[in-house]
């Protein structure tokens, strides 16, 4: 079982704004990172450290993070963001990473 | 370009032995980890553990130590996972990817599995 509780799905009217949730003790300690995965394609990775995105990302990912809950929020979503999206961080000894179960984001 | 490449779809019985590829190009392998992500049909991600190949150092996931064994050759920038004896719920695309961290496991920082192979799908069944 994860250490790290995603909602299985989410959906946002397209160009609106969406907030992405995970929730673990861990994430008090360590800053979770997210990947979004597309049907049938490897992970990408979208955000990292606190608050950063890779050359390539669009602005409209963004991260927070809040006592035990890690936040990926998207600033006006779009059809191409229509993704399962996951958290990753350290587990509670540290030394390893665990993923959260997903949340599969629908934009309507 | 920085890249990882795996090896191709495999079929295999249960009790077969396997070992699947993640070729690396582009940067320098011995100082970057490659961790392996395992994802079952349908299913959701799950770390399984993280190499380092200048020194083959490695950290294995409780729910895969034992279970698997992950590996490095240096010389053709190639890490490896491995399985003695495949079962049934073995099946599942595997992927590998490149940690972008530093320091004995990643303490110094942690920016991410920046890089990702294609995946490479193994089916067991009899």
């Known amino acids: 079982s994860s250490e790290l509780t995603q909602d299985p799905a989410v959906s946002v009217a397209l160009g609106q704004t969406v907030r992405i949730t995970c929730q673990g003790d861990?994430?008090?300690?360590?800053?979770a990172t997210w990947y979004q995965q597309k049907p049938g394609q490897a992970p990408v990775l979208v955000i990292y450290?606190?608050?950063s995105r890779p050359s390539g990302i669009p602005d409209r990912f963004s991260a927070s993070s809040s006592g035990n809950t890690a936040s990926l929020t998207i600033t006006g979503a779009q059809a191409e963001d229509e993704a399962d999206y996951y958290c990753?961080?350290?587990?509670?000894?540290?030394?390893?990473?665990?993923f959260g179960g997903g949340t599969k984001l629908t934009v309507l | 370009e920085v890249q990882l490449v795996q090896s191709g779809a495999e079929v295999k019985k249960p009790g077969e032995s396997l070992q699947i590829s993640c070729k690396a190009s582009?940067?320098?392998?011995?100082?970057?980890?490659i961790g392996w992500v395992r994802q079952m049909p349908g299913k959701g991600l799950e770390w399984m553990g993280i190499?380092?190949?200048?020194?083959?150092?490695?950290t294995y996931s409780p729910s895969f130590q034992g279970q698997v064994t992950m590996s490095a050759d240096k010389s053709i920038s190639t890490a490896y996972l491995q399985w003695s004896s495949l079962k049934a719920s073995d099946t599942a695309t595997y992927y590998c990817?490149?940690?972008?961290?530093?320091?004995?496991?990643?303490?110094?920082?942690?920016?991410?599995?920046?890089?990702w192979g294609q995946g490479t799908t193994v089916t067991v069944s009899s």
């Open positions: 190499i380092y190949p200048g020194d083959s150092d490695t």
């Open positions: 990817a490149r940690l972008d961290c530093s320091g004995s496991s990643c303490n110094y920082y942690y920016y991410g599995m920046d890089v």
């Open positions: 861990n994430l008090r300690s360590y800053y």
């Open positions: 450290s606190k608050n």
């Open positions: 990753h961080s350290r587990d509670i000894s540290g030394y390893r990473w665990v």
């Open positions: 582009g940067y320098s392998f011995t100082t970057y980890w």
